[in-house]
């Protein structure tokens, strides 16, 4: 049977405006809005292990409800899902991104044929054997060493009986592998290659993979049409930038990362400038006729292999004068910006992150979110189409230190990121469109007037 339990020791305190702040040793602090007083009535109750069911018979709650709660206390790290047998703990399950699945009801049937995912790793922590998924970071740690032999049976497809005939426990450790999409039924293999997946997986939190999409046309999508909140960004003058700007090697060897900002913010015309110097589009180019494997791209400041440009800029402005907080896409056709959200949560969510990843030194003005759109590269380069993405993405954090300090501006790329914030700030699918890397820019300190 599949469990609940709270992970580790645990402190709960009241914390308004949170309501609850829950912390403990070697995690990060959890605030949870707790109005009804529901989350605190699930965390009483799961201070000693329930099932699911029990746990609906203890806390009762809207229909719906408490499986959204659940589910939410899971995905933070709060609770931990396990499964046991009659000898005592078999495996136990912790979740990294908010955006995991989790089905309970997901129990394979006896008679059907089953098969480990490919996003499954079998590995060593420490000296314990787990079960890892590349999808979203998912951890499955095996109480009992015999279990692998459940899991190494699964790498053909299986009936689930016979499969978890290999050792005791195994019945248990196959409901809980297919609870959180480690155990599959058999098919064809879709989705991202799993080292590109792994890849991902390892320099960033939340949902990684994305999905395969069927051969299509390589031409760079148009423009979208122009809608009435598009904002549009001063043009700088690029004849007097060339006449006054410092030269390339002065600003090569004078760039540094800053984290530490001025408390006057920068301005739109600065921040319009920034943009239009390192992403926006500078000339279409059509398809060759007379080439077949010849499509329409884009020339811009930027290289990007094969001319794709599947790096979309999205901003989260803090403090930028003449710009209202939210989160924003730079649209390089036009050189405007897009509104995207203005709800002040999300922003927070995202300048709060860089802010901790850049060690709580300043509290970042602007955050680019380079977004990758995977079907742009997946369908000219196959498997080596991740790999070229961040390079791409490496490309366009230098271009942005580099003009930066051209500008006279602080700029620091952010080593970490939440591909979960992202999705829930942008409303994007992160199957189709996910941020592989972010950068702060703003005013240096000592410029303030």
Request: hydrophobic share 45%; net charge negative; charged share 20%.
């Amino acid at each position: 049977m599949l469990t609940l339990r709270l992970d580790g020791a645990l402190t709960v305190d009241n914390e308004p405006p949170a309501d609850l702040l829950i912390t403990g040793k070697d995690r990060d602090p959890v605030a949870l809005h707790d109005a009804d007083g529901s989350v605190a009535a699930v965390l009483g109750a799961l201070r000693r292990p329930s099932t699911w069911q029990q746990l609906h018979e203890q806390v009762p709650l809207g229909e719906g409800k408490l499986d959204v709660l659940i589910r939410r206390l899971l995905v933070t790290g709060v609770v931990t899902l396990g499964c046991a047998d009659e000898h005592g703990d078999v495996a136990t399950a912790r979740f990294r991104s908010r955006l995991a699945d989790v089905r309970p009801d997901a129990a394979p049937a006896g008679d059907q044929l089953v098969q480990l995912s490919p996003y499954a790793l079998l590995r060593r922590l420490d000296d314990r054997a787990v079960v890892e998924s590349a999808h979203d970071g998912t951890i499955v740690e095996l109480h009992r060493p015999a279990l692998a032999a459940v899991v190494a049976g699964l790498c053909a497809p299986a009936v689930a009986a016979a499969a978890a005939g290999h050792a005791p426990g195994g019945e248990q450790l196959l409901r809980l592998l297919a609870a959180v999409g480690l155990v599959i039924a058999p098919g064809p293999e879709t989705g991202r290659p799993p080292h590109a997946v792994w890849t991902h997986t390892r320099s960033r939190n939340g949902l990684v993979e994305l999905r395969t999409v069927a051969p299509g046309a390589l031409d760079e999508p148009p423009a979208e049409p122009a809608a009435g909140t598009d904002i549009a960004l001063p043009v700088p003058d690029l004849a007097a930038l060339r006449r006054t700007d410092p030269p390339l090697a002065e600003v090569m060897e004078t760039r540094r990362s800053v984290r530490r900002f001025g408390g006057t913010p920068l301005t739109l015309t600065q921040l319009g400038e920034l943009l239009h110097r390192v992403a926006r589009v500078q000339q279409r180019l059509p398809a060759d006729p007379a080439d077949d494997r010849s499509y329409a791209f884009t020339l811009r400041p930027a290289p990007s292999a094969g001319a794709m440009h599947e790096l979309d800029h999205y901003l989260t402005i803090r403090a930028c004068e003449g710009l209202a907080p939210g989160v924003y896409r730079y649209l390089p056709d036009r050189h405007a910006l897009a509104v995207v959200n203005r709800d002040p949560v999300p922003l927070v969510r995202l300048i709060n992150a860089a802010y901790l990843a850049l060690n709580r030194v300043s509290v970042p003005q602007v955050l680019i979110s380079l977004a990758a759109r995977g079907d742009r590269t997946t369908r000219k380069y196959g498997d080596l189409a991740y790999s070229l993405t961040l390079r791409n993405a490496g490309v366009a954090l230098q271009s942005v230190y580099l003009c930066a300090t051209a500008m006279g501006l602080g700029a620091c790329a952010v080593g970490s990121g939440d591909a979960a914030d992202f999705a829930e700030a942008t409303g994007l699918d992160p199957a189709e469109v996910s941020a592989v890397a972010e950068i702060v820019v703003g005013s240096l300190p000592g410029e303030d007037v």
